[in-house]
């Protein structure tokens, strides 16, 4: 049985936060990084991102899905990760 309730998720990590500011996307898309970072494998993210159902640019994929792994990481920074060339100047504080 449930309840009805819906928990709020108001942050993955700092640097997807940081990446969703600089793309301007809008906090109702964590609910659903938050899923995709559960349901599909970390080689598929830049794709699915791309898809329709997301509808980023390539490289603002490619940045979005190194700030998940990253966070997703402890924050480990990925340096030369190969997704994106301005991924350390994109995502540097």
């Not at 990084?33 to 830049?46: E, G, H, I, N, P």
């Not at 490619?62 to 966070?71: I, T």
């Amino acid at each position: 049985m449930t309840t009805g309730l819906i928990c709020a998720i108001i942050s993955i990590g700092l640097q997807t936060d940081r990446a969703l500011d600089e793309l301007d996307l809008d906090d109702l898309l964590i609910p659903h990084l938050c899923q995709l970072v559960s349901t599909v494998r970390s080689s598929k993210w830049k794709s699915t991102l791309g898809s329709s159902g997301y509808g980023l640019q390539p490289d603002e994929a490619a940045c979005l899905k190194v700030a998940l792994l990253e966070d997703l990481a402890g924050g480990i920074p990925l340096v030369g990760s190969g997704d994106c060339d301005e991924v350390n100047t994109f995502l540097s504080p």
